[in-house]
């Protein structure tokens, strides 16, 4: 079984409601009826129900057993204005303009309908962008108790590989904090373990990424890693974690054992905490594109309820992946 069909079937065991706002998109469609099909979730799809419907049925998509919600007519939708205006009134939120971004931004609604409880998680992305999709999970859901900051993985699985979990790894952060301080990257390694260990159940072991191995480069990007690790050692003495480790000394084991002899951690790692979002974004689309990997994501973290986002380039069974992962990660919020 594939790892991904591993993470299905976790999903389909206890079954969890998931909006797909972005209607507009033939990709959601397609996605839609896979998940309907093979049961991996309850689907909850933002529109117009006749301009939805008609969409799929140019494309021959069976989306009979999702609910459609349209925004114009739900009689949620008052409260859902009357909410969005309470939590984002500090911030100058007035109805009239809340019920403007709840009536045109579906991306908007579908976050409030988690916010409110009447879907588990959401899923979005496939055509807007990593910061207009984030935005409003941000704004509107916030941090998990205990959680500082958000921040955003890839799962990666790398076909043919004797690296990592058998080729699987989170690569992060890859999405959301584009310049982490030392603190944010210690907070995005502990997060990624977490994760991890929920998506993968393997133990996470967690390499600080740099272009320096122990010393080997100096200058203040190396700094910066140096003092994420030390801050992620002393908040998370029970993990697995060293570096700053460059990438071979991190996952190939006869290069670690040369340039890190001593680490538990070099030439082992399945979790890469990047220095910042250029290396993350760009080395997890290197490993997709060039080594032909399923790259899951972005799949944040610390957020306190589960909504996910997709690169523009993702394929309709990328984001079938991607609800599969949230509904295992809604699965585990029910368990704490
Ligand atoms: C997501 C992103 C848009 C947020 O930045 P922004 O638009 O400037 O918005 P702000 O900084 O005003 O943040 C909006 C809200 O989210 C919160 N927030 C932002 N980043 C956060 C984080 N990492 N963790 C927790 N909360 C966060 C802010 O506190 C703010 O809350 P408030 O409105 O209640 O005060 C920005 O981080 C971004 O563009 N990231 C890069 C995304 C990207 O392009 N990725 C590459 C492709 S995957
Ligand atoms: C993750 C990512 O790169 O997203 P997008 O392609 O939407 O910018």
């Known amino acids: 079984m594939g790892f991904i069909d591993t993470l299905k079937e976790r999903a389909k065991a206890n079954v969890k409601t998931i909006v797909l706002?972005?209607?507009?998109?033939?990709r959601t469609l397609a996605a839609t009826?896979?998940?309907?099909?093979?049961?991996?979730?309850k689907v909850i799809l933002v529109g117009n129900e006749e301009a939805v419907?008609?969409?799929?049925?140019?494309?021959?998509?069976?989306?009979?057993?999702?609910?459609?919600?349209?925004?114009?007519?739900?009689?949620?939708?008052?409260?859902?204005?009357?909410?969005?205006?309470?939590?984002?009134?500090?911030?100058?939120?007035?109805?009239?303009?809340?019920?403007?971004?709840?009536?045109?931004?579906?991306?908007?609604?579908?976050?409030?309908?988690?916010?409110?409880?009447?879907?588990?998680?959401?899923?979005?992305g496939a055509c807007h962008s990593t910061a207009d999709t984030l935005r409003p999970c941000l704004?509107?859901?916030?941090?998990?108790?205990?959680?500082?900051?958000?921040?955003?993985?890839?799962?990666?699985?790398?076909?043919?590989?004797?690296?990592?979990?058998?080729?699987?790894?989170?690569?992060?952060?890859?999405g959301l904090n584009?310049?982490?301080?030392?603190?944010?990257?210690?907070?995005i390694a502990a997060s990624s373990a977490e994760s991890f260990e929920l998506l993968v159940q393997e133990k996470p072991i967690v390499a600080m990424l740099s272009h320096s191995t122990k010393g080997s480069a100096k200058h203040a990007d190396v700094d910066k890693v140096?003092?994420?690790?030390?801050?992620a050692k002393e908040q998370n003495p029970e993990l697995a974690l060293d570096g700053e480790f460059q990438l071979d000394a991190a996952i190939v084991p006869s290069v670690g054992a040369s340039k890190a002899p001593g680490s538990e951690v070099a030439g082992k790692a399945n979790v890469l905490v990047f220095p910042d979002l250029d290396a993350g974004n760009i080395g997890y689309k290197l490993v997709q594109r060039l080594?032909?990997?399923?790259?899951?994501?972005?799949?944040?973290?610390?957020?306190?309820?589960?909504?996910?986002?997709?690169?523009?380039?993702?394929?309709?069974?990328?984001?079938?992946?991607?609800v599969a992962i949230t509904a295992v990660q809604c699965q585990a919020d029910d368990n704490k």
């Open 291 to 322: 080594a032909k990997a399923e790259a899951y994501g972005p799949v944040t973290q610390g957020i306190a309820k589960p909504v996910n986002d997709l690169s523009r380039g993702c394929s309709a069974d990328d984001i079938v992946g991607v």
């Open 139 to 174: 704004q509107i859901l916030k941090t998990k108790p205990g959680t500082k900051l958000v921040s955003a993985f890839f799962l990666m699985v790398v076909p043919n590989c004797e690296y990592g979990a058998n080729g699987a790894f989170v690569f992060a952060d890859s």
């Open 53 to 124: 419907k008609k969409s799929a049925a140019e494309d021959g998509y069976d989306i009979s057993g999702a609910q459609i919600v349209d925004p114009a007519t739900s009689e949620k939708t008052q409260g859902y204005i009357d909410k969005l205006v309470e939590l984002r009134q500090k911030k100058g939120m007035t109805p009239d303009q809340a019920k403007e971004i709840l009536l045109n931004q579906y991306l908007y609604y579908g976050v409030m309908m988690v916010k409110m409880g009447d879907a588990d998680g959401m899923v979005s």
């Open 178 to 187: 584009q310049n982490p301080t030392s603190e944010e990257l210690a907070a």
């Open 21 to 26: 706002p972005e209607t507009e998109d033939k």
């Open 33 to 41: 009826e896979k998940i309907l099909k093979e049961g991996i979730a």
């Open 226 to 231: 140096v003092e994420a690790t030390k801050i």
